[in-house]
């Protein structure tokens, strides 16, 4: 059903868009606004202005950050010789709930996939060798236990073993096909610690 409103009609337009969200799902969200006070309008109209405005990506890491360098990158407390290579941001933020992770990070923005026709040059990948380059001790591979996820470490593998770096993969425990955003925390503290040397 279409409604006679073109402003409406706009707004579910643009708000089915989002994953998860349906044409039916988009238009309870739209009657809610209209409902709602243009206060409150105003304020979620902004923070969506803003995340384009002020958040973009670490030059270094490429986590998600409103500074650059990311607090992360620039914060002295962080062991510099260790890079857990992650494939999203959200992968970060997981890991830093543990707190028990002081070393950097390396977000990959997505993992290799031929048939969606993500490959290497899609990803972070040669940024990630031209870091290994300064004083990097030891890279912690924590890909999703997913066919991308193990195809990107077979490839990263296949890359870093040869400089002379230690390698581990994080420890099984996160189950196949499971992402490390949704892992818990004993979890993806587990398998941090038990990481297995490639
Ligand atoms: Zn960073």
């Known amino acids: 059903m279409r409604y006679y409103s073109e402003t409406v009609e706009r707004a579910i337009h643009e708000l089915a868009k989002l994953p998860g969200i349906g044409r039916k799902t988009a238009q309870r969200h739209v009657f809610y606004l209209l409902k709602t006070s243009a206060a409150e309008v105003d304020s979620l109209s902004q923070a969506l202005l803003d995340l384009k405005r002020k958040v973009g990506y670490c030059s270094i890491c490429y986590n998600i950050t409103e500074q650059d360098p990311c607090p992360i990158c620039r914060s002295e407390q962080r062991d510099r010789s260790t890079i857990c290579v992650v494939e999203e941001a959200n992968d970060v933020l997981a890991f830093e709930k543990i707190g028990e992770y002081k070393g950097l990070y390396h977000v990959l923005g997505g993992a290799l996939s031929p048939l969606d026709g993500i490959g290497p040059d899609d990803l972070k990948i040669r940024e990630l060798l031209a870091r290994l380059q300064n004083d990097v001790r030891e890279v912690i591979i924590a890909t999703n236990p997913s066919t991308e996820g193990e195809a990107t470490l077979?490839?990263?593998?296949?890359?870093?073993?040869?400089?002379?770096?230690?390698?581990?993969?994080?420890?099984?425990?996160?189950?196949?096909?499971?992402?490390?955003?949704?892992?818990?925390?004993?979890?993806?503290?587990?398998?941090?610690d038990g990481r297995l040397p490639l």
């Open 154 to 192: 077979f490839y990263l593998t296949k890359l870093i073993k040869p400089l002379q770096i230690k390698l581990s993969r994080i420890a099984q425990g996160i189950p196949m096909g499971a992402d490390i955003e949704h892992a818990d925390e004993v979890t993806l503290s587990r398998a941090l």
